[in-house]
C-alpha cells in the first residue's frame, strides 16, 4: 500500500487518471475512435504509455521523497498496473458510448486492445520505474520517462524511411499499419509474436529490478549474489525471449528490408530504367513486361515534368494484396517512395494500372528537396494536394472512362467539389480518396497545362502557391473553377457524379476496420449457401456504412437467394434515392444477375431491360448488353455467358464449360466471347484469329466493337506488331463517340509505340 499511497500522492498519477477519463470522452467525438477497436487502442497505447512511464518515474521519487519503505515487487506491481488501469479506464469510458450508439464488433476490439495497448502501458512503467530509480534527480529522471515513447516513434519513423516497409511494431504502442486508406488492419500471428517479445522485456526489466532494489529506492542494492540469482536468472530468460524475437523480427514479419522482400520474392529482371522484384508465382513474361512498360512510364514522367530521375527505380511486384500487406504493409492501397526510389504494387496483366501512378512520385522526386523529396511545409509535413494531384495530373489515362477534370466538373455541378485549401493539408484525409484524388489531380493537371511546366515544378518543390503563381490560392481555385465549367461534360458523367463521389471517408463512417471482416464474413455464408447470416449481415453493414454500394448489392442478392425479390428491390430503390439514381441501376443489375443464376433467364431479361446502360460504368454497360443480346438469342449462346459470367444455381461461373458451347458457333457475340477468353489466357495467335472484327461488327453493338479492337491492338503489340497496333490504338483515340477518357487511354498507348520505334531507331 505504501507505494501505491505514494504513487497515487503525486500529481502527475491524479493528472493522468483525469486525463484517462477525458481522452475517453474525446474518442467518442469521432466514429472511427468511438467503440473498441484498433484506432481507439492505438490512442490508448500511446497515452497510457507516456503517462505509464513518467509516472513510474515518479513513484520512485515519490518513495524516495517521503522515506515509504516499498519492498521492490510492490513498486513493481504498482508501477506496472497503474499504466494498465489507465488504459482499462480509457476502455471504460470508450464502452459507455455503447449505451448510445451501435457497438462494432466488440469481441474483436477487445483482442486490440489486449494486443495493442496494455503490454506496452505495462512496460512502460516498469521502464519509468527503472529510470527513476537510477537517478536521484527528479526533473532528469521526469525527463527520460517522457521521452521514451517519443524516443521509439523517432525510431519506428526511421525504419519507415530507411526500409520498404510502412507497418512498425513498436514495443509501446504495438502496431501501426502505415496505410491510411487500408481499412484491412491485420491481426494474427506477426502481432502476437511481437507481443511475446514485449513479455520477454517486461520480465527482463522486472527481474533486474527485483535483483538490484535498495531500501534507498535505487538500483544499487548489495544483497548477496544468492539472494539476487533468482531474480537475475528471471530477468535473463525475459531477456532471451525478447531478444530472441527481435533477432527473428524478418522471418516473423516484424520488419523487412529491401534485401529481404526481394529474397523472398525471388524473380528479378532488368531494363534500361527499373529492376522488377517479382514473385515466383508471376510469369516470367509478365516481370518483363512490366520493366518495359517502366521504362516507356519513366521517360513520359520526365517529358511531363521536365526533369531527369538519376536512378534505376526498383518496381517490387508481389503477388496479391495478402503478400503486399505481408512483406510491406499495405493491402489494398498502392504506395511508392519516393526517396528510395521505389514502388510498392501487387500483380496485374499488362499495362498495369497503377504503374505510371506510383513511377509519377519517384519521378516528381527530382522536384522537390530532401529528405523525402515531395511537396512538404518545412521539408516534413506534406501536402496531399500537391503529392497525390501531381500524380494525377501525370499519370492523366486510365484513372476512368471520364477525364478527372470532367468528373471534376461534375462533383461542381453537384456542390460536391472540396475545397483546394482543404486538399492542401489533413483535410485531404477526411475526403473519401476517389473525392481528394480526382479533384487534386484536375487542379495540378490544369495548372501545369495553363502556366507551364516551370512553375509547377516551383510549386512542387515550395508548396507556395502564390511565390510560384504570383496569386493566391483562393483566385487560383477560382480561375480552375471557371475552366471546369467549360470542360465538356456527358449528362451521363453529371448524373454518375451523384453516387461516385457519395462515398464517406474511412474517417468518416462507422467502424470501418470492423465492418471489412464484416463483409468478407457476409461473402463467405452467401457462398456457403447460409443465406439467412450472410442477409443479416449485410443487413448490418447497410446500416453502419450507408455509403457503400457493394453491401447493398450484396444484402440484394442474399434477398435474392432467399426468394423475397419485393424486398431485394426495395434495397435498389432505397440505394437510388440515398445515393443517386447509378447506385440504383446498379443494384438492379445484381439482382438480375441473382435471378438468372438462381431463377432462370426470362425473368432476368425482363429485370435486364429496366437497367439504364448510360448510368453504367463503360464495362459494366458493354456487359449489360451482352446479357441482354445472349438472352433474346437463346439456346446454347445464352447457355454459354451464363457458365461463362453468371453461374447455375449451385454452380459457380466455368469458362471451359462456356467455351465448349462457343466453340462451334459462328456469330458475331461468339466470336466476340471466344477471342476475349483466348487473350484473358495470352493466346494472342489464336485470340487474333478469333477476333474478327468485320464479323463481330455485325452485332451493331458499339462498345464491343471498340472491346474488341483494344483487344486486338493489345495482343498485336505483345506478339511483336506494333505497327498494326498502333492502328488500332489510333481508330480507338480517334472514335469520337468514345468517352474521353478511354480516347485517352488509346493514345497513351500510341505514344508509348512512337516512343519504342523512336528509341528502336536511334543508333
Known amino acids: 500500500m505504501n507505494a501505491l499511497r505514494a504513487l497515487l500522492a503525486t500529481r502527475r498519477a491524479r493528472v493522468a487518471l483525469l486525463l484517462a477519463a477525458a ?89 486490440y486492445w489486449l494486443l495493442v495497448a496494455l503490454p506496452g502501458a505495462a512496460l512502460a512503467g516498469l521502464v519509468g520505474l527503472a529510470l527513476g530509480a537510477l537517478t536521484r534527480e527528479r526533473g532528469r529522471a521526469t525527463l527520460l520517462a ?29 502496431f501501426f499499419p ?12 506477426a502481432l502476437v509474436t511481437y507481443r511475446a517479445g514485449t513479455l520477454g522485456w517486461i520480465v527482463a526489466i522486472a527481474g ?35 531478444v530472441g524475437v527481435w533477432l527473428a523480427g524478418p522471418s516473423l514479419g516484424h520488419r523487412h528490408t529491401a534485401r529481404d522482400i526481394a529474397e523472398r520474392l525471388e524473380g528479378e529482371t532488368w531494363s534500361r530504367r527499373c529492376v522488377v522484384w517479382y514473385d515466383r508465382s508471376i510469369d516470367a513474361r509478365q516481370a518483363r513486361r512490366t520493366a518495359r ?143 481528394a484524388y480526382t479533384a487534386a489531380g484536375s487542379f495540378c493537371r490544369w495548372l501545369h497545362d495553363t502556366r507551364g511546366a516551370a ?37 451521363r458523367t453529371l448524373t454518375r457524379a451523384r453516387t461516385r463521389f457519395r462515398r464517406a471517408s474511412v474517417f468518416a463512417r462507422q467502424c470501418p476496420y470492423e465492418l471489412e471482416s464484416v463483409a468478407d464474413a457476409a461473402a463467405r455464408h452467401l457462398d456457403a449457401g447460409d443465406v439467412a447470416r450472410a442477409r443479416s449481415e449485410y443487413g448490418t453493414l447497410v446500416a453502419q456504412d450507408p455509403t457503400d454500394t457493394r453491401h447493398r448489392a450484396g444484402l440484394a442478392i442474399a434477398l435474392v437467394r432467399g426468394g423475397d425479390l419485393t424486398a431485394a428491390d426495395r434495397v435498389a430503390d432505397a440505394a437510388a434515392d440515398a445515393l443517386g439514381p447509378a447506385a440504383g441501376n446498379r443494384i438492379r443489375t445484381a439482382i438480375a444477375d441473382g435471378v438468372w443464376r438462381w431463377r432462370g433467364g426470362d425473368e432476368a431479361l425482363a429485370r435486364y431491360d429496366r437497367v439504364d446502360a448510360s448510368l453504367l460504368e463503360e464495362d459494366e454497360a458493354r456487359t449489360l448488353t451482352l446479357k441482354r443480346a445472349t438472352l433474346r438469342a437463346g439456346g446454347d449462346l445464352a447457355e454459354a455467358f451464363r457458365d461463362l459470367l453468371i453461374g447455375r444455381g449451385e454452380l459457380d461461373p466455368a469458362p471451359v464449360a462456356a467455351m465448349a458451347r462457343l466453340a462451334p458457333m459462328r456469330t458475331p457475340l461468339a ?13 494472342f495467335a489464336e ?58 487511354t488509346a493514345r497513351d498507348q500510341v505514344d508509348r509505340i512512337d516512343r519504342e520505334a523512336r528509341r528502336a531507331a536511334r543508333p
Open 293 to 435: 512498360d517502366c521504362d516507356v512510364r519513366v521517360e513520359q514522367l520526365e517529358d511531363f515534368y521536365g526533369v531527369r530521375h538519376p536512378q534505376r527505380i526498383a518496381v517490387f511486384l508481389f503477388a496479391n494484396a495478402d503478400q503486399k500487406q505481408s512483406l510491406m504493409g499495405a493491402a489494398d492501397t498502392y504506395i511508392a517512395k519516393p526517396w528510395r526510389s521505389e514502388v510498392y504494387l501487387q500483380y496485374a496483366p499488362f499495362p498495369h494500372p497503377v504503374l505510371k501512378h506510383e513511377l509519377a512520385h519517384v519521378v516528381a522526386a527530382a522536384m522537390a528537396p530532401g529528405p523525402f523529396h515531395i511537396t512538404a511545409r518545412a521539408s516534413l509535413l506534406p501536402v496531399p494536394a500537391l503529392v497525390e494531384g501531381a500524380a494525377v495530373a501525370a499519370a492523366w489515362e486510365g484513372e476512368s472512362e471520364a477525364t478527372p477534370h470532367q468528373w471534376s466538373r461534375a462533383m461542381l455541378e453537384a456542390s460536391m467539389a472540396p475545397r483546394v485549401s482543404q486538399l492542401a493539408g489533413l483535410g485531404f484525409f477526411a475526403n473519401a480518396s476517389v473525392t
Open 208 to 242: 533486474l529490478v527485483h535483483a538490484r532494489w535498495s531500501p534507498e529506492v535505487s538500483l544499487r542494492g548489495e544483497a548477496p549474489w544468492r539472494a539476487r540469482f533468482p531474480s537475475l536468472a528471471v530477468s535473463l530468460l525475459g531477456l532471451a525471449l525478447g
Open 687 to 744: 485470340a487474333l484469329a478469333a477476333l474478327d472484327l468485320d464479323l463481330i461488327a455485325q452485332s451493331g453493338d458499339a462498345r464491343v466493337v471498340a472491346e474488341a479492337r483494344r483487344m486486338i491492338a493489345t495482343a498485336q503489340y505483345l506478339s511483336g506488331n506494333p505497327s498494326a497496333a498502333r492502328a488500332q490504338f489510333d481508330a480507338l483515340a480517334r472514335d469520337a463517340a468514345r468517352p474521353e477518357g478511354l480516347r485517352d
Open 455 to 491: 512553375r509547377f515544378r516551383a510549386l512542387y518543390a515550395s508548396g507556395d502557391f502564390e511565390a510560384a503563381y504570383g496569386e493566391p490560392l483562393p483566385a487560383l481555385e477560382r480561375a480552375w473553377h471557371t475552366f471546369l465549367r467549360t470542360v465538356p461534360t456527358s449528362e
Open 671 to 683: 466470336a466476340y466471347l471466344v477471342g476475349r477468353q483466348l487473350y484473358q489466357h495470352e493466346r
Open 146 to 174: 517522457a521521452l521514451l515513447v517519443p524516443a521509439f516513434i523517432v525510431w519506428s519513423v526511421a525504419r519507415f524511411y530507411t526500409s520498404p516497409t510502412i507497418f512498425a511494431y513498436d514495443p509501446f504502442f504495438g
Open 23 to 111: 481522452l475517453a470522452v474525446a474518442l467518442w467525438q469521432n466514429p472511427v475512435t468511438d467503440h473498441l477497436g484498433y484506432p481507439s487502442a492505438l490512442v490508448a497505447a500511446l497515452f497510457a504509455s507516456v503517462a505509464g512511464a513518467v509516472c513510474g518515474a515518479g513513484l520512485t521519487v515519490s518513495l524516495r521523497t517521503r522515506a515509504l519503505p516499498s519492498p521492490a515487487s510492490h513498486a513493481l506491481t504498482v508501477a506496472g498496473l497503474f499504466p494498465v488501469a489507465l488504459v482499462a479506464l480509457t476502455a471504460l469510458g470508450v464502452l459507455a458510448h455503447g449505451l448510445v450508439a451501435p457497438a462494432c464488433g466488440p469481441s474483436q476490439g477487445a483482442v
Open 178 to 189: 502505415g496505410a491510411l486508406y487500408d481499412e484491412r488492419i491485420p491481426l494474427g500471428l
